[in-house]
């Protein structure tokens, strides 16, 4: 049984055309226990109930849609890829914080796409067209994609994809544990599992509906031992009281839990706390007590590589938390590659 069960399940007709989407009909209704509806029009999603912001946040992270994905051109992916590759949208999560809070409206329901050959054979193209070049697509770039793997398959069919192209390589990141039904996927190392990290207490404070540190470990020990190339996304970075013991505790704790594991190349990524003026107030709108550092004169005001402007620390602040980082992760990992700190 999946451990995320949706309030409501809404369904493109088209959807029904697809093996995927009519296995799905037939699976919640025997399953009875979401409401199910069918959509009137492609990507138009308006029964969801609520009426303040609040209930409007609640029930869209209740409701799932499962349609066809029209648009196949991907978008890019900097820094951690060239490509996004859109397996699905959205997130069962409830971080206070996440960026999706300006991207997926007022009420940001989970959306699954039944066309995944599709969206496969696109990618294939991408590839053909920058060989002799590798092509590198990150699947979770709008989402986490693991709590709705029991639905969809996705990641288990995109992983199989990639294990059969010389010029191809997946990657992705998630805060969840539901990760079993992929550890016997022949993947040729070709998918690289990330692990989404933070301070126990920013995970407390902040990232809600989400396994703890300790869960997040212990499964990407599990992930490694399976022989997938491993990575640990360190973010956002919030330079609270005493951030710097929380950060290297957090590092001695993977560090421990590993244990030999260790051993293989660990890939980072370091992401600091930035907010923009439009996340500030849905934010505070969703969560009004929320304790988010987001005082923009604390800041420093830069554009951003999307056009937009966002508030970031300035140069000292991020200078100093990368010679941290630095100094941290080369003292409790051996083998470590840190792709980038921003």
Request: aromatic letters at 12%; proline letters at 6%.
């Amino acid at each position: 049984m999946p451990n995320y069960i949706p309030k409501r399940v809404f369904f493109e007709q088209e959807a029904l055309e697809y093996p995927a989407g009519k296995y799905l009909y037939k699976h919640f209704k025997n399953l009875g226990k979401s409401e199910i509806k069918l959509l009137k029009s492609h990507n138009r999603v308006t029964e969801i109930p609520g009426k303040t912001p609040q209930e409007c946040y609640v029930e869209g992270k209740n409701t799932l849609v499962v349609g066809v994905r029209k648009t196949l051109d991907f978008e890019k992916c900097k820094p951690s890829a060239h490509y996004q590759l859109p397996l699905v949208t959205g997130c069962i999560g409830k971080c206070e914080y996440c960026y999706l809070n300006t991207r997926l409206g007022k009420k940001p329901y989970v959306r699954i796409y039944v066309n995944i050959d599709e969206i496969l054979d696109k990618a294939e193209q991408y590839i053909k067209q920058r060989l002799p070049e590798t092509t590198l697509f990150e699947a979770s770039a709008t989402s986490d994609p693991i709590p709705v793997e029991p639905y969809t398959g996705a990641l288990s069919k995109t992983i199989k994809f990639f294990a059969n192209q010389d010029k191809g390589r997946l990657r992705f990141v998630t805060k969840f544990t539901d990760v079993d039904s992929l550890l016997d996927i022949p993947h040729n190392e070709h998918t690289t599992i990330r692990f989404s990290l933070n301070t126990q207490k920013i995970i407390k404070k902040y990232e809600h509906n989400t396994p703890n540190l300790i869960q997040r470990i212990k499964t990407s020990k599990k992930v490694i031992e399976a022989h997938y190339p491993i990575g640990y996304l360190i973010a956002p970075v919030i330079t609270e009281k005493e951030w710097r013991r929380d950060y290297e505790s957090l590092l001695q704790k993977l560090s421990e839990f590993l244990g030999d594991a260790k051993t293989k190349e660990i890939h980072f990524e370091i992401i600091s706390h930035r907010f923009t003026k439009a996340a500030k107030r849905i934010i505070l709108d969703v969560f009004p007590k929320t304790q988010l550092p987001m005082d923009e004169n604390k800041r420093k005001f830069k554009y951003g590589q999307f056009g937009y402007g966002k508030y970031v620390y300035s140069k000292e602040e991020l200078d100093e938390i990368k010679n941290f980082f630095h100094t941290k992760i080369q003292k409790y990992f051996p083998n470590y590659n840190i792709e980038y700190i921003i």
